[in-house]
C-alpha cells in the first residue's frame, strides 16, 4: 500500500497537505514547519519541526500516549516516534502528521476520529499482505513562507 502526503501550504508555525491512499484522496494534513535539517539534526526545533521529505515504511504499533494502535512511521532520521493521528493544529502534532476530514488549508484541520479510524482499518487489511509505505513530497508549485 502507498500513502503519499503533498505538502502544499507552507508558513511559519505550520505545514498543510493532503494524504492519498493508492492515488486517491483521503484526508487533509496538519504538521509541523519544514525547515532545513542539517545531516547532524541542527536545525530542528523539538516539537516544531516537521519530518524530511522522503519514503517511510509504516507499520501499525500500539501507541502507549493514545492508548490505541496507530500508523508508526520507521527510520526517520532525527525524530523518534513519528505517527500519524489525529489533531487540529500543529501545536497536536510534535513531528507527527495530522490527519482530517476537513481543512482550511491555513490554520487547521477537524474531524479527525473518522479518517484515522478509516487509515487504521486500511492498514490493518493488508499488513500482513504487503509492506506499506508513505511518500512524503512538496507539490511543486508551492512557495516556502
Given at each position: 500500500?502507498?500513502?503519499?502526503?503533498?505538502?502544499?501550504?507552507?508558513?511559519?508555525?505550520?505545514?498543510?497537505?493532503?494524504?492519498?491512499?493508492?492515488?486517491?484522496?483521503?484526508?487533509?494534513?496538519?504538521?509541523?514547519?519544514v525547515r532545513?535539517?542539517?545531516?547532524?539534526?541542527?536545525?530542528?526545533?523539538?516539537?516544531?519541526?516537521?519530518?524530511?521529505?522522503?519514503?517511510?515504511?509504516v507499520v501499525?504499533?500500539?501507541?502507549?500516549?493514545?492508548?490505541?494502535?496507530?500508523?508508526?512511521?520507521?527510520?526517520?532520521?532525527?525524530?523518534?516516534?513519528?505517527?500519524?493521528?489525529?489533531?487540529?493544529?500543529?501545536?497536536?502534532?510534535?513531528?507527527?502528521?495530522?490527519?482530517?476530514?476537513?481543512?482550511?488549508?491555513?490554520?487547521?484541520?477537524?474531524?479527525?476520529?473518522?479518517?484515522?479510524?478509516?487509515?487504521?482499518?486500511?492498514?490493518?487489511?493488508?499488513e500482513k499482505?504487503?509492506?506499506?509505505?508513505?511518500?512524503?513530497?512538496?507539490?511543486?508549485?508551492?512557495?516556502?513562507?
Open positions: 500500500m502507498e500513502l503519499k502526503l503533498v505538502r502544499s501550504v507552507f508558513n511559519p508555525k505550520s505545514t498543510f497537505g493532503k494524504l492519498f491512499v493508492n492515488g486517491e484522496f483521503f484526508a487533509y494534513t496538519c504538521e509541523d514547519t532545513d535539517l542539517k545531516a547532524d539534526c541542527s536545525g530542528k526545533i523539538k516539537n516544531q519541526t516537521a519530518i524530511r521529505d522522503g519514503r517511510y515504511e501499525l504499533s500500539y501507541s502507549n500516549r493514545f492508548k490505541k494502535y496507530l500508523p508508526l512511521l520507521l527510520n526517520v532520521k532525527c525524530f523518534e516516534g513519528i505517527r500519524i493521528h489525529g489533531g487540529n493544529t500543529a501545536e497536536d502534532s510534535e513531528g507527527c502528521i495530522l490527519v482530517g476530514a476537513e481543512g482550511d488549508m491555513k490554520t487547521k484541520i477537524w474531524n479527525c476520529a473518522s479518517k484515522v479510524n478509516g487509515l487504521i482499518s486500511l492498514l490493518r487489511s493488508i499482505k504487503e509492506k506499506m509505505w508513505i511518500e512524503i513530497v512538496r507539490e511543486e508549485k508551492a512557495p516556502l513562507a
